[in-house]
């Protein structure tokens, strides 16, 4: 072997041992890497970037969140025409069924009642002997104020009270009696629920209900002002401060604030029509089942089936 392999060969073998050596204590050998220049400040500069985009989308969100509170309280107190109409035409509706005879809400007067039905019964082949009504149960309060969305739903005992109902007359056979429930059935004045009929030692006695409307006003619905935080909650997004696109949203808020008075009378009209129609629904419901409960119908009590 000449000297110049030797050399050659002696160099490889040197290599070798230093690259396992390298290995054994964990590192690698490798030639030495130019390290990647940093423009000084460049982690600065990334983070600025992104706190930029950041502050730019929840501009956007803030926008897109006023524009759409703002339209939807545009049409809220645009509706009000449409509410004021609807009312007049359901009231014109109640007044041609009779509604406010037929559940006042004025007192019933039992004397007042007892006179008015002596000439139906007397009619229909019997004798009248009293007129009792009960009272009523009390129903739980309304509240002065409701801040929820939406008209408050009443409770039908919160806008009507029902007063339980007994006519006691003096009848010879059953048919006069059918004849006296439909006296009583089809009498004028209070409509006259009645789903019973007891008997005891001779006197019949009808029983059921009479129904009084309330004196109840819908609670004032509180109509909240928006406000940026409100807005920036709503959204998900935190409010960048002194970001020049604030300057749109608060116009936008401010828009809004100022259909606070006419989106507030909106929703009074529309709370008052909502106490209406439960008022209306509730009379027509127990108008039908007076109209069409026949006398076979009544519940009677065990002596008498």
């Avoid at 030639?31 to 220049?37: D, I, K, V, W």
């Avoid at 035409?89 to 041609?96: K, L, P, T």
Wanted: proline residues 7%.
């Amino acid at each position: 072997m000449s000297r110049r392999a030797g050399l050659r060969r002696g160099a490889a073998l040197l290599v070798g041992l230093l690259l396992a050596l390298a290995t054994a204590c964990g590192r690698p050998a490798r030639a030495p890497e130019r390290q990647a220049e940093v423009a000084p400040g460049g982690t600065r500069t990334e983070a600025a970037t992104a706190s930029r985009l950041e502050a730019a989308r929840a501009i956007a969100e803030l926008k897109a969140a006023a524009r759409r509170r703002l339209a939807a309280d545009r049409a809220a107190a645009s509706n009000r025409l449409g509410y004021e109409q609807s009312l007049a035409r359901q009231r014109r509706d109640a007044q041609g069924t009779g509604m406010d005879e037929r559940i006042p809400a004025r007192p019933i007067d039992a004397a007042a009642l007892e006179s008015a039905l002596a000439s139906p019964v007397r009619a229909a082949g019997g004798r009248l002997r009293a007129v009792r009504l009960g009272d009523a149960a009390l129903a739980r309060p309304v509240p002065q104020r409701w801040d929820v969305e939406g008209p408050y739903p009443f409770e039908p005992e919160q806008i009507v009270a029902r007063r339980p109902l007994a006519v006691e007359v003096d009848a010879p056979d059953e048919a006069t009696l059918a004849r006296i429930y439909e006296a009583l059935r089809r009498a004028e004045g209070p409509l006259l629920d009645v789903d019973a009929l007891r008997t005891a030692g001779g006197v019949a006695t009808f029983v059921g209900a009479v129904y009084q409307r309330r004196d109840v006003q819908p609670p004032t619905h509180g109509v909240a002002e928006p406000s940026l935080d409100e807005l920036a909650r709503g959204a998900g997004v935190t409010v960048p401060e002194g970001h020049p696109g604030l300057s749109e949203v608060r116009a936008l808020l401010a828009q809004d604030r100022a259909l606070a008075a006419e989106l507030g009378e909106a929703l009074a009209t529309l709370s008052t029509l909502d106490l209406e129609s439960r008022v209306f629904q509730f009379y027509r419901l127990r108008a039908k089942s007076v109209a069409t409960r026949r006398f076979s119908e009544l519940t009677r009590d065990p002596t008498n089936p």
